[in-house]
């Protein structure tokens, strides 16, 4: 059928309405055009994607800048009897464990080097096995574990990435897997033993106050230099040991970062501390203050140019009673597992525990 070019009435109408009809020498959008000249402004483009050329204002850009804004965590499983129980989800590939540190180590590698933030979790396959079970999932799933992975930092031990070998990071992070494990039992057993039958007071709180303000006192009395404390306590199930590192060197005016029920900051010398080793160290010597249970308290001081000194207490329910200088070289100088007397270390001086004020009030009866 031939067609007519022709517009009649009801397309001039149309064209009218448009901004009058099309002559072949006037384009279609002449009009538009030309209010887009007056403007300052050039035709319009041809939609279409943009180009991502990767310079400022791109989706490259964009998208890069939002990569370096995202934080991920990496799964590990430290020893080879984690990673044997692992083997038994198909979907699980590796097959040794060696290889699989060295892959784990160069993954690691390629994401700092892509500026990317990275956790380092330990991967627990008992606790991913209850994990599983508890939110209904399939343990042998890549997702499954994944899923795990991006929530041990909340449940478990976790350490950030700083470029250290994988040699140097492990045991790290068994020692905060270690110092986590402790604190929670610590934890638990004074929230299991309640309040007081005669006064109602919480003896597991009062506890933690009590030895908050002991080692604040005892710090206090310690004086300047480094201090390493170590604090060991036989648990109904397990010895409980917690260690803690202050700096008694700096000048007074630092504010000090210890537990909270005592007001750490109030003295202007007093030592700095790690919040979360303190709370660790003070919540095991709670326990055993609130649990009668036996245990000990040794502390190193170290100043430049002096040799270290030694000394010792013996943890009991109303605080902690000074050993002698022959009781503190006799715990330092004799094998536990033995009883054979060790050599003493040279340098190191043998003291007598000092009495450390204890003018905190009875919580309880």
Same mark, same amino acid.
């Given at each position: 059928?031939? %067609?007519?070019?022709?517009?009649? +009435?009801?397309?001039?109408?149309?064209?009218?309405?448009?901004?009058?009809?099309?002559? *072949?020498?006037? +384009?279609?959008?002449?009009?538009?055009?030309?209010?887009?000249?007056?403007?300052?402004?050039?035709?319009?483009?041809?939609?279409?994607?943009?180009?991502?050329?990767?310079?400022?204002?791109?989706?490259?850009?964009? @998208?890069?800048?939002?990569?370096?804004?995202?934080?991920?965590?990496?799964?590990?499983?430290?020893?080879?009897?984690?990673?044997?129980?692992?083997?038994?989800?198909?979907?699980?590939?590796?097959?040794?464990?060696?290889?699989?540190?060295?892959?784990?180590?160069?993954?690691?590698?390629?994401?700092?080097?892509? $500026?990317? %933030?990275?956790?380092?979790?330990?991967?627990? #396959?008992?606790?991913?096995?209850?994990?599983?079970?508890?939110?209904?999932?399939?343990?042998?799933?890549?997702?499954? @574990?994944?899923?795990?992975? =991006?929530?041990? #930092?909340?449940?478990?031990?976790?350490?950030?990435?700083?470029?250290?070998?994988?040699?140097?990071?492990? +045991? $790290?992070?068994?020692?905060?897997?270690?110092?986590?494990?402790?604190?929670?039992?610590?934890?638990?057993?004074?929230?299991?033993?309640?309040?007081?039958?005669?006064?109602?007071?919480?003896?597991?709180?009062?506890?933690?106050?009590?030895?908050?303000?002991?080692?604040?006192?005892?710090?206090?009395?310690?004086?300047?230099?480094?201090? %390493?404390?170590?604090?060991?306590?036989?648990?109904?199930?397990?010895?409980?040991?917690?260690?803690?590192?202050?700096?008694?060197?700096?000048?007074?005016?630092?504010?000090?970062? !210890?537990?909270?029920?005592?007001?750490?900051?109030?003295? #202007?010398?007093?030592?700095?501390?790690?919040? +979360?080793?303190?709370?660790?160290?003070?919540?095991?010597? =709670?326990?055993?203050?609130?649990?009668?249970?036996?245990?000990?308290?040794?502390?190193?001081?170290?100043? #430049?140019?002096? *040799?270290?000194?030694? %000394?010792?207490?013996?943890?009991?329910? @109303?605080?902690?009673? *000074?050993?002698?200088?022959?009781?503190?070289?006799?715990?330092?100088?004799?094998? =536990?597992?033995?009883?054979?007397?060790?050599?003493?270390?040279?340098?190191?001086?043998?003291?007598? !525990?000092?009495?450390? /004020?204890?003018?905190? /009030?009875?919580?309880?009866?």
């Amino acid at each position: 059928m031939p %067609h007519d070019s022709t517009p009649g +009435p009801d397309e001039e109408r149309r064209e009218r309405g448009r901004g009058g009809a099309a002559g *072949p020498d006037t +384009p279609k959008t002449g009009r538009t055009d030309t209010k887009r000249k007056a403007a300052g402004r050039g035709p319009r483009s041809r939609p279409g994607r943009r180009k991502n050329d990767g310079r400022p204002g791109s989706r490259i850009s964009f @998208r890069a800048a939002l990569r370096r804004e995202t934080a991920g965590t990496v799964g590990v499983l430290a020893d080879s009897v984690d990673f044997r129980a692992m083997r038994r989800y198909p979907s699980f590939t590796f097959d040794d464990h060696p290889d699989y540190l060295r892959e784990t180590e160069a993954l690691l590698r390629t994401l700092a080097s892509r $500026q990317l %933030h990275t956790t380092v979790a330990l991967f627990d #396959p008992e606790d991913f096995a209850a994990y599983c079970s508890e939110h209904g999932l399939d343990p042998d799933s890549a997702l499954s @574990r994944a899923r795990y992975t =991006a929530e041990i #930092p909340t449940r478990g031990a976790a350490v950030p990435y700083g470029g250290q070998p994988l040699d140097a990071l492990l +045991p $790290q992070l068994i020692d905060t897997a270690v110092r986590r494990a402790t604190w929670e039992y610590a934890s638990l057993l004074l929230a299991d033993i309640g309040q007081c039958a005669d006064c109602g007071q919480d003896i597991g709180e009062a506890a933690f106050d009590r030895a908050s303000h002991l080692l604040l006192g005892l710090l206090a009395e310690a004086g300047p230099g480094g201090h %390493h404390l170590v604090c060991s306590v036989s648990a109904p199930e397990e010895q409980l040991i917690a260690v803690l590192h202050a700096d008694g060197t700096e000048p007074t005016g630092r504010e000090s970062t !210890g537990p909270e029920p005592a007001d750490v900051g109030a003295d #202007p010398g007093a030592a700095v501390l790690d919040l +979360p080793e303190t709370a660790e160290f003070v919540t095991v010597l =709670a326990a055993a203050l609130a649990l009668g249970r036996p245990g000990g308290l040794v502390l190193r001081t170290s100043v #430049p140019g002096r *040799p270290d000194r030694l %000394h010792g207490w013996r943890i009991h329910p @109303r605080g902690l009673h *000074p050993l002698t200088e022959a009781e503190v070289f006799s715990a330092y100088c004799t094998d =536990a597992a033995t009883g054979e007397p060790i050599s003493p270390e040279p340098g190191v001086e043998y003291r007598a !525990g000092f009495t450390i /004020p204890d003018d905190y /009030p009875d919580a309880h009866h």
